[in-house]
Each structure stands twice: as C-alpha cells, then as structure tokens.
C-alpha cells in the first residue's frame, strides 16, 4: 500500500554544545552540520527505509531543492513536492553532551502548500492506502477530508503540540500518535478521558518507558517497552517511531507488532546523531531486534 505524507521539509542546522544555553547565555558550539529534517520528511524517510511506498505531498523554495534531491535518493516519490516563492523551512537544533535538544524552527513554505498539490496527490490514493500529517505544514484539515472520501486510512501525528489544530481534525483520524504530555494537555483541553476520544485508536509514547496503543473501538491496550540503548542524539526519535509503525501498519503488521518495529527503530536512531540521516533501514532494525528478543 503507498503512504500519502503531508509533511514539512526543512533544513537542520546543527550545533552541539556542551550544555544547552540558559538566558543571556553565549555559548561556543564544539560542532556544526547541516542536513535535511523536519517532521515530515524524516516521517517520510523513515516510513521508506522500512520498506514503504512513500509519496510526500509538502513544498520548498528555491533555497531547499537539496533537501528534495535528498528525499529522492531515499527513494520518496517527490512529484508532488511543490517549489513556491516563500524560504524553505529550517530548523536551528542545539544538542548538548547527553544528547539533549532544544529546536527553533521557521515554518517557510511548508505553511503555504499549494491546494492542488494536495489534490494531484490524493486523485490516486484508494482503499487501503495510508495518509501520514503533522501539525507543520497547511492543508491539515482539506487532507483528512480527502482523504476520508477516499476511504485511506489517516494517521495523526500531533507535534508540534497544539490542541486546537488537534481538535480540527480529530474526528476524521484512524490513528492519533502523541507522546504522554501532549496526550495529557489533549484531554484536559477537549475535557474527556484519552479512552473518551473521538478517534479510533490512540497510540503514546512514554519516553524511555515505552509506547502503549489504546484501541479505543475494541477497548483494548497493547504495551511496548522501550530497549535500552546509550542515547546520543534523541532529534528525530519520535519522528522514527512514527514512519516506522505507519509503514509496518501499512504492510498487515497487527498494532503488537508494529509497535515493536518502531520501538526498534527509534532506538537505533537514538544511538546515532543526525535526524533523517541518522534513521536506519529496515535491515539495521530487523538485526537489532534479533540481537534483542
């Protein structure tokens, strides 16, 4: 089945430091580097390192063309990956010794993907495929609604965090991704229970604990834990949990399974420092899991 990704592409400044800096704080960075990123594309990489048909639907200026011709040799179908007359979006990323980050980003264009890009896109989406979004880019709430027209399964994944963007497309999604503060501040905002939302299953991310996925249609739980690793770099972490379970939901993995190929993932990406670089292929993760069950 093809993963549908409306998703944001921005260019990662990295800095590591030796502690992140505190206010009125001027620090010497030990490293600089620059690589592709954002939320979307390293969904978009990581869904296609594990093996999926990925197409990402977003936009770029003329400044991020690299980052394209990156997505593309990851093999992510970027035909409608739209150059538009804004900056492309970047990222400053600050990483201190225990692999800690702070992020500044500047949203660019993927504020202002154009409609028909959206629309070409999902003229070929059918039954069974998958829409993958997160809250960096426009065009959130017209995609859940093509989307659901289709008959494609829509999968959420809320971050950056804002309730009210979360609010405007939940009753469309199949799958909601969260990690345990942004689930928290979801539910006090709409004013029920997490198993009380209007979504068909849930799943959240609990750090070093693990990931549970609430179905909450059968009303049932499953539990991953997290593997251990020596962290060096958690940029991304999240961003590999989630194209991963997407892509292992999109080849008829059960949630169980699923959730234990991005747990896998997610913590060999962490061993690295990078984001869309550093996330692993399929092979690298089928080994680790090996090695660990």
Request: proline share 4%.
């Amino acid at each position: 089945m093809t993963i549908f990704n409306l998703g944001s592409i921005n260019a990662d400044h990295f800095y590591r430091l030796p502690h992140l800096p505190t206010p009125g704080e001027t620090l010497a960075a030990t490293r600089y580097e620059r690589g592709p990123g954002g939320k979307g594309a390293n969904q978009s990489v990581a869904a296609a390192r594990a093996g999926a048909d990925v197409r990402h639907i977003g936009a770029i200026g003329s400044d991020g063309r690299w980052m394209r011709d990156e997505l593309r040799a990851d093999g992510v179908d970027c035909t409608h990956v739209s150059e538009v007359g804004t900056a492309s979006g970047h990222a400053i990323i600050y990483v201190d010794a225990e692999g800690e980050n702070t992020i500044i980003l500047f949203p660019g264009a993927n504020r202002v993907v154009p409609r028909v890009s959206l629309e070409t896109a999902l003229s070929d989406a059918a039954p069974g495929d998958y829409l993958l979004m997160q809250n960096e880019t426009s065009l959130q709430r017209e995609a859940v609604e093509l989307a659901r027209k289709k008959g494609v399964f829509i999968a959420y994944s809320a971050a950056p965090f804002e309730a009210e963007a979360v609010r405007a497309v939940i009753e469309g999604l199949d799958l909601l991704l969260l990690n345990a503060v942004e689930a928290e501040q979801l539910c006090e905002a709409l004013g029920v229970a997490l198993e009380a939302l209007p979504v068909k299953a849930v799943c959240v991310t609990h750090g070093a604990k693990g990931a549970v996925w609430h179905d909450l249609v059968a009303k049932t739980e499953h539990r991953q834990p997290a593997f251990a690793v020596e962290p060096v770099d958690t940029t991304g972490a999240g961003d590999t949990f989630a194209g991963y379970l997407v892509a292992a939901l999109s080849e008829g993995l059960a949630p169980r399974a699923a959730l234990q190929l991005a747990a896998a993932a997610s913590a060999v990406k962490v061993t690295r420092a990078g984001t869309s670089a550093a996330v692993p292929k399929r092979a690298e993760v089928d080994a680790f899991l090996k090695s660990r069950l």
